[in-house]
Protein backbone atom coordinates (compact mmCIF):
# COMPACT_ATOMS: atom_id res chain seq x y z
CA UNK A 1 0.00 0.00 0.00
CA UNK A 2 1.58 3.19 -1.02
CA UNK A 3 2.54 5.82 1.72
CA UNK A 4 0.69 9.30 1.46
CA UNK A 5 2.75 12.48 1.47
CA UNK A 6 1.35 15.17 3.53
CA UNK A 7 1.58 18.41 1.59
CA UNK A 8 2.56 21.97 3.31
CA UNK A 9 -0.93 24.28 4.08
CA UNK A 10 -2.17 26.51 1.95
CA UNK A 11 -2.68 29.76 3.14
CA UNK A 12 -5.56 31.68 2.18
CA UNK A 13 -5.09 35.04 -0.51
CA UNK A 14 -5.86 37.40 2.67
CA UNK A 15 -3.57 35.72 4.62
CA UNK A 16 -0.98 36.24 2.14
CA UNK A 17 -1.61 39.89 1.59
CA UNK A 18 -1.62 40.46 5.05
CA UNK A 19 1.42 38.67 5.39
CA UNK A 20 3.01 41.21 2.77
CA UNK A 21 1.46 44.47 4.45
CA UNK A 22 3.36 42.74 8.10
CA UNK A 23 6.86 42.70 5.60
CA UNK A 24 6.14 46.24 4.37
CA UNK A 25 5.55 47.49 7.44
CA UNK A 26 8.38 46.20 9.02
CA UNK A 27 10.79 46.93 6.67
CA UNK A 28 9.68 50.71 7.09
CA UNK A 29 9.82 50.47 10.73
CA UNK A 30 13.09 48.84 10.57
CA UNK A 31 14.44 51.38 7.53
CA UNK A 32 13.48 54.52 9.91
CA UNK A 33 14.77 52.96 13.29
CA UNK A 34 18.16 52.91 11.51
CA UNK A 35 17.90 55.95 9.82
CA UNK A 36 17.55 57.57 13.29
CA UNK A 37 20.29 55.59 14.57
CA UNK A 38 22.68 56.86 11.75
CA UNK A 39 21.20 60.46 12.47
CA UNK A 40 21.94 60.53 16.47
CA UNK A 41 25.61 58.23 15.67
CA UNK A 42 26.66 61.23 13.55
CA UNK A 43 25.47 63.38 16.29
CA UNK A 44 27.06 61.53 19.05
CA UNK A 45 30.41 61.25 17.16
CA UNK A 46 30.06 64.49 16.60
CA UNK A 47 29.79 66.03 19.56
CA UNK A 48 31.91 62.77 21.13
CA UNK A 49 35.09 64.63 19.12
CA UNK A 50 33.79 67.70 20.07
CA UNK A 51 34.38 66.57 23.26
CA UNK A 52 37.55 64.96 23.22
CA UNK A 53 39.14 68.33 21.61
CA UNK A 54 37.69 70.20 24.11
CA UNK A 55 38.89 67.72 26.85
CA UNK A 56 42.50 67.15 25.26
CA UNK A 57 42.56 71.29 25.12
CA UNK A 58 41.77 71.68 28.60
CA UNK A 59 43.67 68.52 29.94
CA UNK A 60 46.77 70.75 27.69
CA UNK A 61 46.02 73.70 28.94
CA UNK A 62 45.71 71.91 33.12
CA UNK A 63 49.45 70.66 32.51
CA UNK A 64 50.89 73.90 30.92
CA UNK A 65 49.57 75.50 34.27
CA UNK A 66 51.11 72.66 36.60
CA UNK A 67 54.06 73.50 34.65
CA UNK A 68 53.95 76.69 35.06
CA UNK A 69 53.04 76.28 39.02
CA UNK A 70 56.08 73.69 38.91
CA UNK A 71 58.51 76.45 37.83
CA UNK A 72 57.15 79.02 40.03
CA UNK A 73 57.75 76.47 43.14
CA UNK A 74 60.92 75.19 41.62
CA UNK A 75 62.16 79.32 41.15
CA UNK A 76 61.00 79.58 45.10
CA UNK A 77 63.08 76.50 46.23
CA UNK A 78 66.29 77.76 43.86
CA UNK A 79 66.52 81.19 45.13
CA UNK A 80 65.80 79.47 49.14
CA UNK A 81 68.75 77.08 48.34
CA UNK A 82 70.81 79.32 47.19
CA UNK A 83 69.94 81.50 50.23
CA UNK A 84 70.24 78.53 52.63
CA UNK A 85 73.69 77.58 50.92
CA UNK A 86 75.40 80.86 50.99
CA UNK A 87 74.70 81.25 54.70
CA UNK A 88 75.68 78.60 55.35
CA UNK A 89 79.45 79.14 53.59
CA UNK A 90 79.77 82.47 55.66
CA UNK A 91 78.66 80.31 58.76
CA UNK A 92 81.14 77.82 57.79
CA UNK A 93 84.29 80.89 57.94
CA UNK A 94 82.56 81.74 61.66
CA UNK A 95 83.01 77.79 62.66
CA UNK A 96 87.01 78.60 62.05
CA UNK A 97 86.91 82.13 63.35
CA UNK A 98 85.55 80.41 66.66
CA UNK A 99 88.09 77.11 66.42
CA UNK A 100 90.92 79.58 65.66
CA UNK A 101 90.10 81.50 68.66
CA UNK A 102 89.94 78.38 71.07
CA UNK A 103 93.83 77.78 69.24
CA UNK A 104 94.78 81.61 70.12
CA UNK A 105 93.40 80.94 74.52
CA UNK A 106 95.99 78.02 74.30
CA UNK A 107 98.82 79.93 74.62
CA UNK A 108 97.58 82.90 76.35
CA UNK A 109 96.96 79.94 79.18
CA UNK A 110 99.75 78.23 78.71
CA UNK A 111 102.02 81.57 79.55
CA UNK A 112 99.81 82.20 83.02
CA UNK A 113 99.94 78.57 83.98
CA UNK A 114 104.15 79.12 83.79
CA UNK A 115 103.62 82.78 85.43
CA UNK A 116 102.02 81.02 88.60
CA UNK A 117 104.35 78.19 88.24
CA UNK A 118 107.43 80.79 88.69
CA UNK A 119 105.85 83.15 90.77
CA UNK A 120 105.97 79.86 93.09
CA UNK A 121 109.20 79.58 93.30
CA UNK A 122 109.75 83.06 94.94
CA UNK A 123 111.41 81.85 98.41
CA UNK A 124 110.69 83.28 102.28
CA UNK A 125 108.78 86.63 103.19
CA UNK A 126 108.07 87.37 99.03
CA UNK A 127 106.24 84.00 98.90
CA UNK A 128 103.16 86.41 99.03
CA UNK A 129 99.59 86.01 97.62
CA UNK A 130 100.16 89.83 96.43
CA UNK A 131 98.00 91.75 93.70
CA UNK A 132 99.82 89.98 90.96
CA UNK A 133 99.12 86.79 91.67
CA UNK A 134 95.52 87.38 92.85
CA UNK A 135 95.12 89.09 89.05
CA UNK A 136 97.02 85.88 87.35
CA UNK A 137 94.49 83.46 88.86
CA UNK A 138 91.98 85.64 87.85
CA UNK A 139 93.30 86.02 84.53
CA UNK A 140 93.34 81.95 84.44
CA UNK A 141 89.89 81.78 85.74
CA UNK A 142 88.77 84.58 82.92
CA UNK A 143 91.16 82.13 79.80
CA UNK A 144 88.66 78.84 81.01
CA UNK A 145 85.12 80.80 81.16
CA UNK A 146 86.07 82.60 77.63
CA UNK A 147 87.46 79.08 76.19
CA UNK A 148 83.97 77.49 77.80
CA UNK A 149 82.27 79.75 76.32
CA UNK A 150 83.58 79.25 72.23
CA UNK A 151 83.38 75.69 73.33
CA UNK A 152 79.35 76.08 73.77
CA UNK A 153 79.47 78.45 71.17
CA UNK A 154 81.21 76.20 68.55
CA UNK A 155 79.10 73.11 69.29
CA UNK A 156 75.84 75.26 68.82
CA UNK A 157 77.12 76.36 65.33
CA UNK A 158 78.28 72.71 64.64
CA UNK A 159 74.22 71.84 65.03
CA UNK A 160 73.34 75.27 63.06
CA UNK A 161 75.24 73.89 60.05
CA UNK A 162 73.52 70.82 60.71
CA UNK A 163 70.53 71.85 60.11
CA UNK A 164 70.93 74.07 57.51
CA UNK A 165 72.50 71.71 55.78
CA UNK A 166 69.41 69.47 56.27
CA UNK A 167 67.05 72.29 55.42
CA UNK A 168 69.62 71.90 52.09
CA UNK A 169 68.63 68.51 51.87
CA UNK A 170 64.88 68.78 52.01
CA UNK A 171 64.73 71.73 49.34
CA UNK A 172 67.42 69.82 46.77
CA UNK A 173 64.95 66.79 47.18
CA UNK A 174 62.28 69.02 46.46
CA UNK A 175 63.80 70.12 43.49
CA UNK A 176 64.62 66.72 42.14
CA UNK A 177 61.33 65.73 42.61
CA UNK A 178 59.77 69.15 40.60
CA UNK A 179 62.33 68.67 38.19
CA UNK A 180 61.49 65.21 37.67
CA UNK A 181 57.61 66.14 37.71
CA UNK A 182 58.33 68.88 35.31
CA UNK A 183 60.30 66.62 32.77
CA UNK A 184 56.81 64.27 33.01
CA UNK A 185 54.38 66.91 32.54
CA UNK A 186 56.48 68.36 29.33
CA UNK A 187 56.75 65.40 28.08
CA UNK A 188 53.08 64.56 28.63
CA UNK A 189 52.44 68.78 26.83
CA UNK A 190 53.97 66.62 23.84
CA UNK A 191 52.05 63.82 23.17
CA UNK A 192 49.49 64.37 20.27
CA UNK A 193 47.10 61.96 18.45
CA UNK A 194 49.41 61.23 16.09
CA UNK A 195 51.90 60.46 17.92
CA UNK A 196 53.81 56.77 17.79
CA UNK A 197 53.83 54.16 19.67
CA UNK A 198 50.96 55.10 21.65
CA UNK A 199 49.36 52.30 23.96
CA UNK A 200 46.30 51.56 26.50
CA UNK A 201 47.07 51.41 30.33
CA UNK A 202 44.74 49.38 32.58
CA UNK A 203 43.49 50.11 36.07
CA UNK A 204 43.99 53.66 35.71
CA UNK A 205 42.62 55.56 38.46
CA UNK A 206 42.44 58.88 41.05
CA UNK A 207 43.84 56.92 44.07
CA UNK A 208 47.55 56.26 42.65
CA UNK A 209 49.57 55.36 45.53
CA UNK A 210 50.21 58.06 47.97
CA UNK A 211 49.25 60.75 45.40
CA UNK A 212 48.97 64.67 47.46
CA UNK A 213 45.96 66.70 46.95
CA UNK A 214 47.23 70.36 45.28
CA UNK A 215 47.06 71.96 48.78
CA UNK A 216 49.15 69.17 50.12
CA UNK A 217 51.53 69.93 47.21
CA UNK A 218 52.10 73.59 47.74
CA UNK A 219 52.29 72.70 51.30
CA UNK A 220 54.90 70.40 50.90
CA UNK A 221 57.11 73.39 49.43
CA UNK A 222 56.21 76.15 51.47
CA UNK A 223 56.95 74.22 54.69
CA UNK A 224 60.41 73.32 53.26
CA UNK A 225 60.81 77.06 51.96
CA UNK A 226 59.45 77.87 55.61
CA UNK A 227 61.74 75.94 57.65
CA UNK A 228 65.10 77.02 55.65
CA UNK A 229 63.86 80.56 55.91
CA UNK A 230 63.82 80.08 59.78
CA UNK A 231 67.61 78.09 59.75
CA UNK A 232 68.74 81.07 57.46
CA UNK A 233 67.61 83.96 60.23
CA UNK A 234 68.67 81.46 63.03
CA UNK A 235 72.21 81.45 61.26
CA UNK A 236 72.22 84.90 60.60
CA UNK A 237 71.09 85.75 64.61
CA UNK A 238 73.96 83.30 65.66
CA UNK A 239 76.41 84.92 63.39
CA UNK A 240 75.78 88.33 65.19
CA UNK A 241 76.15 86.18 68.36
CA UNK A 242 79.41 84.89 67.48
CA UNK A 243 80.23 88.71 66.77
CA UNK A 244 79.86 89.93 69.97
CA UNK A 245 81.12 86.90 71.74
CA UNK A 246 84.53 87.46 69.31
CA UNK A 247 84.48 90.88 70.44
CA UNK A 248 83.59 90.62 73.84
CA UNK A 249 85.93 87.79 74.73
CA UNK A 250 88.83 89.93 73.15
CA UNK A 251 88.44 92.94 75.27
CA UNK A 252 87.54 90.87 78.10
CA UNK A 253 91.01 88.60 77.54
CA UNK A 254 92.90 92.21 76.97
CA UNK A 255 91.13 94.12 79.71
CA UNK A 256 92.68 91.11 82.25
CA UNK A 257 95.76 90.93 80.63
CA UNK A 258 96.38 94.40 80.49
CA UNK A 259 95.28 94.26 84.61
CA UNK A 260 97.43 91.43 85.65
CA UNK A 261 100.33 93.38 83.43
CA UNK A 262 100.03 96.57 85.54
CA UNK A 263 99.68 94.80 88.86
CA UNK A 264 103.02 92.63 87.79
CA UNK A 265 104.65 96.04 86.92
CA UNK A 266 104.06 97.68 90.26
CA UNK A 267 104.78 94.67 92.25
CA UNK A 268 107.80 94.82 90.28
CA UNK A 269 108.19 98.73 91.28
CA UNK A 270 107.45 97.52 95.00
CA UNK A 271 109.77 94.84 94.86
CA UNK A 272 112.52 97.02 93.18
CA UNK A 273 112.03 99.68 95.98
CA UNK A 274 112.01 97.45 98.46
CA UNK A 275 115.32 96.36 97.42
CA UNK A 276 116.67 99.96 97.19
CA UNK A 277 116.10 100.55 100.44
CA UNK A 278 117.31 97.46 101.95
CA UNK A 279 120.52 98.17 100.46
CA UNK A 280 120.63 101.68 101.35
CA UNK A 281 120.59 99.99 104.91
CA UNK A 282 122.80 97.62 104.23
CA UNK A 283 125.40 100.32 103.12
CA UNK A 284 125.00 102.05 106.19
CA UNK A 285 125.37 98.74 108.50
CA UNK A 286 128.30 97.88 106.59
CA UNK A 287 129.84 101.84 107.22
CA UNK A 288 128.38 101.72 110.97
CA UNK A 289 130.35 97.57 111.35
CA UNK A 290 133.62 99.70 109.62
CA UNK A 291 133.06 102.73 112.52
CA UNK A 292 132.66 100.09 115.07
CA UNK A 293 135.51 97.83 113.96
CA UNK A 294 137.81 101.21 114.93
CA UNK A 295 136.22 101.42 117.73
CA UNK A 296 136.56 98.36 119.04
CA UNK A 297 140.44 98.63 117.89
CA UNK A 298 140.41 102.32 119.81
CA UNK A 299 138.90 100.42 123.25
CA UNK A 300 141.39 97.91 123.00
CA UNK A 301 144.34 99.64 122.43
CA UNK A 302 142.93 102.38 125.19
CA UNK A 303 142.79 99.29 127.65
CA UNK A 304 146.42 98.43 126.55
CA UNK A 305 147.47 101.81 127.14
CA UNK A 306 146.25 101.20 130.98
CA UNK A 307 148.62 98.54 131.43
CA UNK A 308 152.22 100.60 132.02
CA UNK A 309 150.48 103.31 134.23
CA UNK A 310 148.62 100.66 136.29
CA UNK A 311 151.90 98.82 136.77
CA UNK A 312 154.06 102.31 137.17
CA UNK A 313 151.17 102.92 140.11
CA UNK A 314 151.34 99.49 141.37
CA UNK A 315 155.31 99.21 141.66
CA UNK A 316 155.44 102.52 142.96
CA UNK A 317 153.15 101.35 146.03
CA UNK A 318 155.17 98.23 146.58
CA UNK A 319 158.31 100.42 146.07
CA UNK A 320 156.99 102.68 149.17
CA UNK A 321 156.35 99.93 151.56
CA UNK A 322 159.83 99.58 151.82
CA UNK A 323 159.94 103.00 153.86
CA UNK A 324 161.73 101.97 157.13
CA UNK A 325 160.11 102.74 160.19
CA UNK A 326 157.91 105.78 160.66
CA UNK A 327 158.60 106.87 157.35
CA UNK A 328 156.40 104.08 156.15
CA UNK A 329 153.49 107.17 156.23
CA UNK A 330 150.38 107.35 154.57
CA UNK A 331 151.06 110.62 153.33
CA UNK A 332 149.04 111.92 150.65
CA UNK A 333 151.42 110.88 147.84
CA UNK A 334 150.42 107.22 149.09
CA UNK A 335 146.61 108.08 149.16
CA UNK A 336 146.96 109.37 145.61
CA UNK A 337 148.53 106.35 144.36
CA UNK A 338 146.59 104.64 145.75
CA UNK A 339 143.38 106.44 144.26
CA UNK A 340 145.28 106.11 140.76
CA UNK A 341 145.47 102.54 141.03
CA UNK A 342 141.82 102.25 141.49
CA UNK A 343 141.02 104.80 139.06
CA UNK A 344 142.85 103.13 136.35
CA UNK A 345 141.34 99.81 137.63
CA UNK A 346 137.48 101.51 137.31
CA UNK A 347 138.33 103.09 133.52
CA UNK A 348 139.72 99.39 132.64
CA UNK A 349 136.85 97.60 133.57
CA UNK A 350 134.34 100.17 132.06
CA UNK A 351 136.51 100.58 128.66
CA UNK A 352 136.34 96.45 128.71
CA UNK A 353 132.62 96.56 129.55
CA UNK A 354 132.27 98.93 126.59
CA UNK A 355 134.45 96.50 124.25
CA UNK A 356 132.16 93.84 125.54
CA UNK A 357 129.50 96.11 124.36
CA UNK A 358 130.99 97.20 121.01
CA UNK A 359 131.89 93.41 119.83
CA UNK A 360 128.06 92.02 120.33
CA UNK A 361 127.05 95.52 118.99
CA UNK A 362 129.34 94.42 116.07
CA UNK A 363 128.06 91.18 115.87
CA UNK A 364 124.60 92.38 115.88
CA UNK A 365 125.26 94.34 112.83
CA UNK A 366 127.18 91.34 111.04
CA UNK A 367 123.88 89.27 111.52
CA UNK A 368 121.97 91.90 110.25
CA UNK A 369 124.45 92.19 107.68
CA UNK A 370 123.77 88.84 106.45
CA UNK A 371 120.37 89.42 106.88
CA UNK A 372 120.05 92.14 104.67
CA UNK A 373 122.20 90.15 101.93
CA UNK A 374 119.72 87.46 102.27
CA UNK A 375 116.51 89.68 101.86
CA UNK A 376 117.90 91.70 98.81
CA UNK A 377 118.77 87.96 97.32
CA UNK A 378 115.24 87.08 97.86
CA UNK A 379 113.99 90.88 96.17
CA UNK A 380 116.76 89.86 93.38
CA UNK A 381 115.23 86.45 92.73
CA UNK A 382 111.55 87.39 93.13
CA UNK A 383 112.68 90.34 90.51
CA UNK A 384 113.90 87.79 88.04
CA UNK A 385 111.33 86.07 88.25
CA UNK A 386 108.23 88.75 87.66
CA UNK A 387 110.30 90.90 85.44
CA UNK A 388 112.59 88.36 83.76
CA UNK A 389 110.55 85.72 83.21
CA UNK A 390 106.99 86.21 83.25
CA UNK A 391 106.97 90.27 82.36
CA UNK A 392 109.18 88.40 79.03
CA UNK A 393 107.30 85.06 78.76
CA UNK A 394 104.16 87.82 78.23
CA UNK A 395 105.24 90.03 75.61
CA UNK A 396 105.54 86.58 73.82
CA UNK A 397 101.64 85.87 73.30
CA UNK A 398 99.56 88.97 71.93
CA UNK A 399 95.72 88.64 72.41
CA UNK A 400 94.53 89.24 69.22
CA UNK A 401 91.06 90.08 67.65
CA UNK A 402 89.48 86.81 66.67
Known amino acids: MARLVQLPPK ?5 WHLANKNRYSNAKAQRSRSERLIAESQRLVEETEKATRISQRDVQKKLEQRIEDIRF ?4 LDNKLEDIVT ?3 VLLTYRTRLEKAMENCAGPLAVTQQCLAEREKRVAIDLVHDEAERELIKELEVIHAVSALLQRTLEQTNEQIRLNRSAKYHLEKDLKDKFQAQKIDGLCTVLSNNTADLGYTAGISM ?3 SASTPEDWEDFSNVNILKAEKQKNNSLTLRGLIDNILLQTTEDLSQQRETTNLALRNRVRETKAAKGKLEEHLGKVM ?10 DLLKKAIANKEAPMKVAQTRLETRTQRPNVELCRDPAQHRLFSEV ?7 ERLSETLHQAEAELRGLIRNQLYLEEEIQVKSNSLYIDEVL ?3 LRETVAINSF
Not at 11 to 15: G, M, Q, S, V, W
Not at 287 to 296: F, P, R
Open 11 to 15: FLPHE
Open 73 to 76: WKQE
Open 87 to 89: ETE
Open 207 to 209: NVG
Open 287 to 296: EQITSQEKNI
Open 342 to 348: QEITSNV
Open 390 to 392: CMQ
